[in-house]
């Protein structure tokens, strides 16, 4: 499925069960869902394209939110380990909405990120938080690895 986001070589195998995708950042392979179509077209295009090192970045990070278990879909951390970015996709059938971004909202209420970014694989969408003064700004692009540290 075409997403708006360059080609990248993926690998794609059959399964028992359905097709599966490797995952660079969780080292295996898993179902291939449309969101995560969208997930590994996202996270090759942050490496390749905006420098995003592979090292500080991780696929289904658990957090706990008030005793709930949830997770968060991606997490790029900085130098420190720090979260830095919190990345959440929906299928590209799926339109970002509200609810979309209360729920990356939800999660940054425990990770603390300066960045959201909000991926359907067609439409994206990023802001920066400012938690002492409690704003934030969208951004017209996605931002490099380095300006993030800006």
């Known amino acids: 499925m075409p ?3 360059p080609e990248y070589p993926l690998n ?3 399964g028992a069960t359905g097709q599966l995708i490797f995952d660079r950042l969780r080292k295996r392979f898993v179902a ?3 969101e995560e179509w969208v997930r590994q077209n996202f996270v090759e295009y942050l490496i390749h394209e905006k420098g995003y090192p592979a090292a500080l970045m991780a696929n289904e990070v658990s957090i706990s939110q008030n005793g709930i278990k949830r997770r968060c879909d991606t997490l790029v951390a900085n130098r420190h380990g720090l979260p830095l970015v919190v990345i959440e996709y929906k299928a590209p059938h799926i339109g970002i909405s509200q609810h979309t971004f209360d729920q990356i909202v939800r999660y940054n209420m425990v990770l603390r990120a300066r960045w959201l ?3 359907n694989g067609m439409n994206h969408y990023c802001c920066s938080i400012d ?3 409690g704003t934030y700004e969208f951004k017209a692009e996605i931002p490099s690895y380095g300006s993030l540290l800006e």
């Open 3 to 5: 997403l708006n986001l």
């Open 12 to 14: 794609i195998k059959k």
């Open 32 to 34: 291939l869902t449309p």
């Open 117 to 119: 970014i909000v991926s």
């Open 131 to 133: 938690h002492q003064k």
